[in-house]
Structure formats: C-alpha cells, structure tokens
C-alpha cells in the first residue's frame, strides 16, 4: 500500500509543497513544531534511512541544507534542527523546523490545529525564502 506521502505526490491526497525535483519533494508539515516546520522526502519510498541507496541519502541532505538556508532567510531563528524520526509514517522523510531552543524539537509540542492559513502563509515563506536564495526547485 503506497505512504501518505506517495499519494500526495501522486495528487491523490492534498499537500502544500515548497519543492520539487526528481529525487524529492518538501512539504509543510500539517501539525508543526513550529511555523516553517517542513518536511523533505524521497519519491522513492523507502521505510527506514539507512536503507537509502547513497546518492539519494546524499540528494536529501543537499536539498534541506537549501530548505533549511531558506528557512534561515524566511524565519530568522538560532538554527534550523534537523532530524530524521521515522516512527509516524513508514517512509523516510527529513524533518526541519526553524528553532531557537532545543525543546523546539519536541514532538509533544506539535500543533495539530495548525490552519489552512497559517500553513498556507508558512509555505508561502519557505517558497520564498528558496527564491531569494537562488533555488530552482520552488513548488507552485
């Protein structure tokens, strides 16, 4: 049965992408950390990240050091917290939230009544913030 996140790429389900390439897309997160809480994921649907061939490994981490540039620029926070859980949907995805503390990455503080709004406003950011950077792969 395909991911959640491989129905949306498909356009089966709705998602509010920020990139795309051939190797990945970004989304925003529906329930963030913090606003700009963006998810980076392979096409290729993969249940764990060690089982990432090594250039697509590589692939994800080069497009969220650009997410996570943009994010930067978008949000000006102390860092942009990076990691990799893999327990909520069994394919890979890169999880990158603009933070300020390390508690920021703290899964009991996600926001499960984020609105269309504010994730609509946060991906108009990210998608911003990758332009004025230089990226290419902006989402529409």
Known sequence: MPSIFTRMMKGEMSARFVWKDEVCIAIMTISPLRPGHVLVIPRQEVDHWLDLDDATAAHLLR?????????????????????????????????????DHVNDLDFSRQD?????????????????????IGCKEVAE
Request: aromatic share 2%; no cysteine.
């Open 63 to 99: 497009a969220a050091k650009s997410i996570g540039r943009a994010l930067m620029h978008a949000y000006r926070p102390t860092r942009v917290g990076l990691m990799i859980a893999g327990l909520e949907v069994r394919h890979v995805h890169v999880h990158l939230v603009p933070i």
């Open 112 to 132: 499960p009544n984020a609105t269309a709004i504010d994730l609509d406003r946060a991906a108009a950011s990210v998608r911003e913030g990758l332009r004025a």
